[in-house]
């Protein structure tokens, strides 16, 4: 059973063990804040009373050795191996030791320092103190068995300080077989850099004498080094040597390696693992990015220039470009030496426009598993592929022709043609299904059908694409009043019932409504309207106006109504009405000519004196000879 005793402090033998580890520590530390002091004294079957002291430092600097004190002494009549386990706890990370104290005998004491040096994984904490978790084991010699007894002791919290400086760590481990002890510890300087070689140092201790001890450095199976030493003074220590292309051949691909050192003497056989940790070499690569002018759905040239400003030669795997959503991987696989330049150049389609991204990213390999990417980003501006090279005129009555036209740096089958509102809404599609050839500009004339206002005129096509915006400002069409106006009845009788026609000419062509009135004389004269049955555009500005006789034979007085732009001009006719088994139809000249200024142009208006002669002379020869 475990007893701390505070009355063991005044005992003499003990106090001056302590006394002699304090001077010890003293001796191996520049300065020492305080120490941390654990006394046990405790019973063991078969050996007695077991008295241990430890002492330690409350602060660890990893470049320099963490000196341990230790006093064991037995009252029994056996012989004892000593042996200290030092378990390692820096937060989620966990590692051991295990070091040789010494035989000691009845009414003997073993008192001395421990080297203490971190193992590898320490060197990854991020924590500010670890802790010491000691555990005393006893070997009890006797008939040729070894008997184990163990001790779990109070923990100790050390703060700990690291450095810049190169760290030794190291690897201990004991084995005892028939009352002999032999402890194998390896250790090196970390990190390792890949350019040079490495130094392993084995040290050997034995609670006696041995002869041809077998010592080495492995790797898995792999066979690094190996020789054998004597223990003369039951202490021997080896250096190894590891060669950068032996490391080259046995790192892995995450970037570690783990070493075995291993001794064996007779049935004696320890080994203990150490843990590699590489320096990451601070690989420099300079790189420039330079790009043409960006186009969407165009192929544009990206250069990228790359200096190998490192001190060794790398080995450039590849060139990734990385923008919007796109990714592009560029084999390279070339070795750059100190100071040599590489340019690589490569041809890219971007499919949006605007301000983006673009990111270049460098990957090297510099061997024994280094490898890594250097990044560079700049900002670019990608344009669209449609521009409007003209509008014309910018500012345009409504309802009047403008003439727009356009380049597309691609193909484009189903482009459309549209009109923003300045002040916002929907888009007015001015014209659709629009071809665009590439490089190749065209020149689309259409009406400007458009509300008075301002507007910013664009072009998009099927890719989703779309050109700058150029303003049109579409005013009022200025009224004229200079139109011309003549009504030409098609016939002048007809049967009851009957369709009739007039043909109505408006100069220069306009849109127009138009009125049938028939006078009605009783009870007395007045207008009255008539329903007409269709109005027919038949050709630009001429319209025939169809309307139905009257079902009572006689004569008729017509006014038909034109307005034109709210101005509404009128012409009169008369329609002779017989019955349907009677019906004689005749031709007759031109009732009534109307207009605002000059009735009619000339060349309608000689047709139509033309037309009333002839029709006069064949009523005059008609009507002449039945008189």
Same mark, same amino acid.
């Given at each position: 059973m475990l007893v701390v005793s505070g009355a063991l402090l005044g005992k003499a033998r003990l106090v001056l063990a302590l006394l002699t580890l304090l001077s010890l520590l003293a001796s191996f530390t520049s300065s020492i804040a305080s120490c941390q002091e654990l006394v046990y004294e405790f019973g063991v079957e078969g050996l007695g009373v077991v008295k241990f002291a430890l002492v330690v430092d409350d602060e660890w600097v990893f470049s320099k050795p963490f000196m341990v004190g230790y006093a064991l002494s037995i009252e029994g009549n056996s012989s004892v191996i000593g042996v200290l386990r030092l378990v390692f706890k820096c937060g989620d990370t966990v590692s051991s030791n295990d070091y040789l104290l010494g035989l000691v005998g009845k009414g003997e004491r073993l008192s001395s320092l421990i080297a203490v040096r971190p193992t590898a994984s320490l060197l990854h904490c991020e924590e500010d103190y670890v802790v010491l978790e000691p555990t005393l084991l006893l070997y009890k010699l006797g008939d040729g068995l070894s008997k184990q007894y163990s001790y779990p002791l109070s923990p100790l919290i050390v703060k700990l300080v690291k450095s810049v400086e190169s760290t030794h760590t190291s690897s201990c481990r004991v084995s005892v077989e028939n009352g002999t002890a032999l402890e194998l510890c390896i250790e090196t300087v970390q990190p390792w850099t890949p350019t040079s070689t490495a130094r392993l140092l084995v040290s050997l201790h034995s609670t006696k004498a041995l002869e041809d001890v077998v010592v080495g450095v492995r790797v898995g199976e792999w066979l690094l080094a190996s020789r054998i030493v004597d223990l003369t003074t039951a202490s021997a220590r080896a250096q190894f040597f590891v060669e950068q292309r032996i490391l080259a051949a046995l790192w892995r691909g995450d970037g570690s390696l783990t070493l075995t050192g291993y001794a064996k003497a007779g049935k004696l056989y320890v080994e203990t693992p150490l843990e590699i940790v590489l320096e990451k070499p601070n690989v420099r690569l300079l790189v420039d990015v330079e790009t043409s002018k960006l186009v969407a759905g165009v192929p544009?040239?990206?250069?990228?220039?790359?200096?190998?400003?490192?001190?060794?030669?790398?080995?450039?795997?590849?060139?990734?470009?990385?923008?919007?959503?796109?990714?592009?991987?560029?084999?390279?696989?070339?070795?750059?030496?100190?100071?040599?330049?590489?340019?690589?150049?490569?041809?890219?389609?971007?499919?949006?426009?605007?301000?983006?991204?673009?990111?270049?990213?460098?990957?090297?390999?510099?061997?024994?598993?280094?490898?890594?990417?250097?990044?560079?980003?700049?900002?670019?501006?990608?344009?669209?592929?449609?521009?409007?090279?003209?509008?014309?005129?910018?500012?345009?009555?409504?309802?009047?022709?403008?003439?727009?036209?356009?380049?597309?740096?691609?193909?484009?089958?189903?482009?459309?043609?549209?009109?923003?509102?300045?002040?916002?809404?929907?888009?007015?599609?001015?014209?659709?299904?629009?071809?665009?050839?590439?490089?190749?500009?065209?020149?689309?004339?259409?009406?400007?059908?458009?509300?008075?206002?301002?507007?910013?005129?664009?072009?998009?096509?099927?890719?989703?694409?779309?050109?700058?915006?150029?303003?049109?400002?579409?005013?009022?069409?200025?009224?004229?009043?200079?139109?011309?106006?003549?009504?030409?009845?098609?016939?002048?009788?007809?049967?009851? #019932?009957?369709? &009739?026609?007039?043909?109505? /000419?408006? +100069?220069? *062509?306009?849109?127009? $409504?138009? %009125? =049938?009135?028939?006078? !009605?004389?009783?009870?007395?004269?007045?207008?009255?309207?008539?329903?007409?049955?269709?109005?027919?555009?038949?050709?630009? #500005?001429?319209? &025939?106006?169809?309307?139905? /006789?009257? +079902?009572? *034979?006689?004569?008729? $007085?017509? %006014? =038909?109504?034109?307005? !034109?732009?709210?101005?509404?001009?009128?012409?009169?006719?008369?329609?002779?009405?017989?019955?349907?088994?009677?019906?004689?139809?005749?031709?007759?000249?031109?009732?009534?000519?109307? +207009?605002?200024?000059?009735?009619?142009?000339?060349? =309608?208006?000689?047709?139509?004196?033309?037309?009333?002669?002839?029709?006069?002379?064949?009523?005059?020869?008609?009507?002449?000879?039945?008189?």
């Open positions: 544009s040239t990206v250069v990228v220039r790359i200096t190998n400003a490192w001190t060794k030669s790398v080995v450039v795997k590849g060139v990734e470009l990385v923008f919007n959503e796109t990714k592009l991987w560029f084999e390279v696989g070339e070795r750059l030496a100190t100071l040599d330049s590489l340019t690589v150049e490569r041809e890219v389609v971007v499919n949006k426009t605007g301000t983006t991204t673009l990111e270049v990213r460098v990957c090297y390999v510099a061997g024994l598993g280094v490898s890594g990417c250097v990044e560079k980003r700049v900002n670019v501006e990608i344009a669209s592929p449609l521009k409007i090279l003209s509008l014309e005129p910018s500012i345009v009555e409504a309802n009047k022709t403008i003439r727009v036209t356009v380049l597309s740096l691609i193909d484009s089958h189903n482009a459309t043609l549209l009109a923003y509102p300045a002040g916002g809404g929907k888009p007015i599609v001015l014209a659709k299904g629009l071809y665009l050839g590439r490089n190749i500009p065209a020149t689309f004339e259409l009406v400007a059908r458009l509300e008075p206002g301002e507007y910013l005129v664009k072009i998009v096509d099927e890719h989703g694409y779309e050109s700058n915006p150029l303003r049109l400002k579409v005013v009022e069409s200025k009224p004229t009043g200079e139109y011309r106006i003549a009504v030409i009845p098609l016939q002048t009788s007809a049967v009851t #019932g009957e369709i &009739v026609e007039v043909r109505v /000419a408006i +100069s220069p *062509p306009r849109n127009a $409504t138009f %009125k =049938l009135y028939r006078l !009605v004389e009783m009870p007395k004269p007045q207008w009255v309207r008539e329903h007409i049955l269709e109005v027919v555009e038949e050709s630009s #500005g001429t319209y &025939v106006v169809r309307y139905r /006789a009257p +079902s009572r *034979p006689g004569t008729y $007085t017509y %006014k =038909l109504v034109v307005a !034109v732009n709210g101005v509404e001009k009128e012409a009169q006719f008369t329609l002779e009405v017989e019955k349907r088994e009677s019906r004689n139809l005749q031709l007759s000249p031109l009732q009534e000519i109307i +207009s605002s200024q000059q009735l009619l142009p000339n060349w =309608l208006l000689y047709t139509l004196i033309a037309t009333s002669i002839t029709f006069g002379l064949i009523l005059f020869r008609r009507y002449g000879r039945g008189a």
